[in-house]
């Protein structure tokens, strides 16, 4: 019984979050209000503020946001690629992927937050910044299976590479989505195979 009077409230809950971390790629997060979140989902200010509170919304949303990223890029390649450089690979396909098919209409919503928040101290910069340690870092033990499976160039430097593929993957992000050109996403592929020495 009282899992079925919470369901409704999750998933409106989920529904809200969903709009909001669409709405942080193009209007960002300081514009996460609950009055803007009632207005694009069409709920009663009320009711998204019995959900979220005034300060929660935000946090909410970039955890939201990190779970949508694993769903769409993460756990497909955990899936699909065996560990080291197949892996790899599939990690950056798995993010061009997600930018190409907008899953949110800014792109990443971690590139998109990373440059709002910048240099702003707070709880919420933490999160962000957190998370993309968390993809950097993921990158880099990746790619050190890769090195340790002698599937990398000789000398390849684990941290090195992770840099390069992170700073490639945002790049493209952001050019593909403020020129409205995907065929940026094609030179990401290819710049991929040639740094992995596919």
Not at 76 to 90: K, T
Request: with cysteine.
């Amino acid at each position: 019984m009282e899992r079925r009077q919470r369901a409704p409230g999750e998933r409106s809950r989920q529904r809200i979050l969903g709009q909001a971390a669409r709405l942080a790629t193009i209007e960002g997060l300081e514009g996460l209000s609950i009055g803007r979140l009632a207005e694009a989902t069409g709920m009663p200010k009320s009711s998204v503020y019995v959900l979220f509170g005034s300060k929660e919304v935000q946090l909410a949303t970039v955890d939201a946001a990190r779970a949508s990223f694993v769903e769409e890029v993460v756990s497909p390649a955990l899936r699909s690629g065996r560990p080291g450089r197949e892996r790899l690979a599939a990690l950056c396909e798995g993010f061009l992927s997600y930018v190409e098919r907008r899953v949110f209409p800014g792109g990443c919503f971690f590139v998109a937050t990373a440059a709002e928040l910048g240099a702003r101290p707070g709880r919420v910069h933490d999160r962000v910044a957190g998370y993309q340690r968390d993809w950097r870092e993921l990158l880099e033990q990746t790619a050190q299976e890769a090195g340790q499976a002698g599937e990398l160039p000789a000398g390849t430097d684990p941290a090195q590479l992770a840099f390069e593929l992170s700073a490639i993957l945002a790049g493209t992000n952001i050019v593909a989505v403020l020129h409205d050109d995907d065929t940026a996403i094609a030179h990401a592929r290819r710049a991929v195979t040639a740094r992995l020495g596919a």
